[in-house]
């Protein structure tokens, strides 16, 4: 008699199709869910969401779709008959598009139509779900009101289900109540999901910057990320050991100033996140700086952390307590550290990684921040960590007992790094053909004195070429200005002070009063400080440590007479008395 049905012959296609593709068991949720038994339900429809993310292979039948029919041609035409298949009016089957890494269709005659990307652009136009969705990109990257879009136009059986099967794609667990009505069901949802953005809005008031938004701006400050800069650092042995081995969990890339360890970092995450992500995982990473105050102490990293993994999972939302937003003080070090280890050690958490950029920069309670990474590396074989930062020997005595056999020294690498900065420089290079118009000679005497004196050092080809970028550096004065500048960072920062230093706007105090004489001022000493958002930021740990002396070169401590020819002190009085001044005015 069950052979008879309508569903017999998609059971009986899953179950041997499955068998040609070496899997075990297979799934199908129209006759593997006791629907009578109200406890399986719930748990179902609450969890299927995870099933199919962590499926194999999720097979789509589409009954309505032959490749056995012809055109007079003899041109099969089954590709037409997509945009009519049921299947793609569901609700339920929304998920099953969405979660499984590997979606494959087949005909009615149980021939491989193609997969979730062989036919993206098909699926995308007649869903209007977007490619990074089918790409795997992280649902939180998409709104509230996006993902609402994907369901409206789709049908379910109960109208109750129309609410319930987007309980994965916004990650929430809420009771199933049947009888309640689709739109009390929906409401029940959105208020989830509601009460889940209002505690990441308690947590981002407290810390108003998302990371995602952090690393765009490095990016976009500093030209653009190169891939050919950063690709590889996957062929390294000590990177493939950290990703293969579930006992290797934390990754120290050390190396000097200006080796480029930040943009190294950003060139990671961008290749782990599509297939960490695709596959259920989580990715959380932060940047510290150390010439912001908001972002150079080691709670700033535990709520920038806590807030992308709760982006990517709403339901980690549950470990964070009520008393964890206000203050910034040691009392929110514990409460959050707290926090952030709990969610680590959830037991439905997925491989998750996180990464660190410039723990050197970590100025307030770097201890306490080197020892929660200790604790963090031995939670689960589940997570694990990338972190970067100069060669300190503070950080290396924490690190030490765990890092040992898992830590990429870019000096040990300098061949690699050389290769990558050559990329880098020739970027440099067309970028100011471009701008300036040179010509072929130019171009090869500008690459040959940059890839002579780089010395694997993206800062020093970095400052350079936005020199010679310069509107005011004209194309006949670039050879003289190109040769004008010395190898090696601090001597390279000694000739742009003495630049600087002997330049007519040496001594401009009376424009400090006038922003926009002050934003020019600062464009003017643009290889040390830049502006955002109406405050002044050193462009680079290293140009604030050679203004304040504490670099080795002689320079470094005229610059630290010059700036402060009466102590620091002094001038942090004058900045005092000016800052009254100025509040006075407008009180």
Excluded at 196 to 209: I, Q
Excluded at 250 to 257: N, S, T, V
Excluded at 286 to 298: C, G, L, P
Excluded at 438 to 446: H, K, P, Q, V
Aim: aromatic letters at 10%; a negative charge; proline letters at 3%.
């Amino acid at each position: 008699m069950a052979k008879n049905k309508a569903g017999y012959a998609k059971i009986q296609f899953c179950g041997e199709q499955a068998e040609r593709d070496g899997l075990r068991y297979f799934w199908v949720d129209t006759c593997c869910i006791d629907k009578s038994d109200t406890v399986e339900l719930q748990h179902a429809l609450n969890s299927m969401f995870q099933w199919y993310r962590n499926a194999a292979k999720c097979y789509v039948y589409l009954a309505e779709v032959s490749t056995h029919k012809w055109d007079a041609d003899g041109n099969s035409k089954w590709d037409l008959n997509l945009r009519d298949c049921k299947w793609f009016t569901r609700g339920w089957t929304l998920q099953e598009l969405i979660a499984p890494a590997i979606v494959e269709f087949f005909s009615k005659d149980g021939e491989r139509l193609g997969d979730k990307k062989s036919l993206e652009k098909e699926i995308h136009n007649i869903t209007g779900i977007p490619r990074r969705a089918l790409q795997g990109s992280p649902l939180s990257d998409f709104s509230v009101a996006e993902r609402m879009e994907w369901i409206e136009k789709r049908n379910t059986k109960y109208k109750e289900d129309k609410a319930y099967s987007l309980f994965g794609i916004f990650d929430v667990h809420i009771p199933v109540i049947y009888g309640e009505g689709g739109q009390k069901a929906l409401k029940r949802l959105r208020d989830k999901i509601h009460e889940d953005y209002l505690c990441l809005a308690k947590l981002w008031s407290a810390d108003p910057r998302d990371p995602r938004h952090e690393k765009e701006r490095i990016e976009l400050a500093k030209g653009g990320l190169l891939a050919d800069a950063y690709r590889w650092v996957f062929d390294n042995p000590d990177f493939k050991r950290w990703r293969q081995l579930s006992e290797s969990r934390l990754l120290w890339i050390k190396g000097d100033p200006g080796k480029g360890k930040t943009m190294l970092l950003c060139g990671i995450i961008n290749e782990l996140e599509r297939p960490i992500t695709v596959n259920g995982g989580n990715l959380a990473y932060f940047f510290y700086q150390a010439t912001d105050s908001r972002i150079n102490n080691a709670t700033s990293v535990l709520r920038g952390l806590i807030y992308l993994l709760a982006q990517q999972q709403p339901r980690l939302l549950s470990h964070l307590p009520e008393n964890a937003y206000p203050s910034d003080d040691a009392m929110a070090w514990i409460v959050l550290s707290k926090t952030l280890i709990k969610m680590l050690g959830d037991p439905n958490l997925k491989v998750t990684y996180l990464v660190i950029d410039a723990l050197d920069e970590c100025i307030i309670d770097q201890q306490k921040l080197l020892g929660l990474i200790v604790q963090i590396s031995s939670i689960s074989a589940h997570v694990k960590l990338v972190v970067s930062s100069r060669n300190l020997v503070q950080i290396e005595e924490q690190l030490a007992t765990i890092a040992r056999h898992s830590r990429l020294s870019l000096e040990l690498n300098a061949e690699s790094v050389t290769t990558a900065v050559e990329a880098f420089i020739w970027h440099k290079v067309l970028y100011l053909l471009r701008l300036k118009g040179y010509d072929s000679g130019m171009e090869n005497a500008i690459y040959d004195y940059l890839s002579s004196n780089a010395d694997g050092t993206f800062l020093w080809v970095a400052l350079i070429c936005q020199a010679l970028g310069d509107p005011n550096v004209r194309r006949w004065q670039i050879l003289n200005k190109l040769r004008a500048f010395p190898p090696g960072l601090d001597s390279l920062y000694a000739r742009m002070m003495e630049y600087i230093g002997n330049s007519d706007n040496a001594d401009l105090y009376d424009i400090l009063d006038n922003p926009e004489y002050l934003e020019e001022l600062i464009k003017l000493c643009g290889s040390f400080l830049s502006l955002r958002e109406q405050t002044v930021y050193f462009v680079h740990q290293l140009a604030k440590d050679f203004l304040q002396g504490n670099a080795a070169h002689q320079a470094s401590r005229d610059a630290f007479g010059w700036v402060f020819p009466e102590g620091m002190e002094d001038v942090n009085h004058v900045i005092f008395l000016r800052s009254l001044n100025a509040m006075s005015a407008v009180l």
